[in-house]
């Protein structure tokens, strides 16, 4: 009885951190090294594409990330296009979760050490043709290469 009770915990925790897994499609750093940057989504949904981000502190301080969401873009080498993000009717971007609406909207969030924050945001699709597309993010190296799911 208490080796089928311990094998039905182990499968539930084995199983329940299967389901939290996060798949990291590229981790890149912040230009100022206290940061890491993993986008662990591209996606594409009728005519809109979605990125979300998780941002990391890295450093040994409490840390501020902060950006404007109009400074965001992604490009399409191949079809030399540059795509900002989508914008409502009130001519906020659609991201979240919004600091403030300046702008059009801002992310900003104070770190504990190896504290994480997501963010979202979402763009035009790239025409059906493209597979890989260039994420610019404020304060980041470039997310290059990045394949678009579909």
């Known amino acids: 009885m208490k080796k089928r009770i311990g094998f039905v915990i182990l499968f539930v925790l084995v199983f329940s951190a299967t389901l939290w ?3 990291v499609l590229q981790t890149q750093p912040s230009t100022n090294g206290n940061f890491e940057l993993s986008l662990i989504r591209a996606k594409v949904k009728g005519d809109v594409l979605t990125f979300q981000v998780i ?3 890295t450093s040994s301080k409490k840390k501020q990330y902060a950006f ?4 965001v873009y992604y490009t399409d080498t ?3 296009k540059k795509y900002y993000a989508l914008k409502d009717t009130n001519n906020y971007y659609i991201a979240g979760p919004a600091y403030d609406r300046n ?10 050490p190896q504290g994480k924050a997501i963010f979202w945001i979402k763009f035009p699709a790239p ?5 890989e597309i260039d994420l610019y993010i404020p304060w ?3 997310f290059e290469g990045v394949k678009v799911e579909r």
């Open 21 to 23: 897994a996060v798949n």
């Open 55 to 57: 941002v990391k502190n």
């Open 68 to 71: 404007f969401f109009k400074d």
């Open 78 to 80: 191949k079809a030399k």
């Open 103 to 112: 702008a059009g909207g801002s992310f900003n969030v104070w770190l504990e």
């Open 127 to 131: 025409q059906a043709s493209t597979e």
């Open 140 to 142: 980041a190296l470039p």
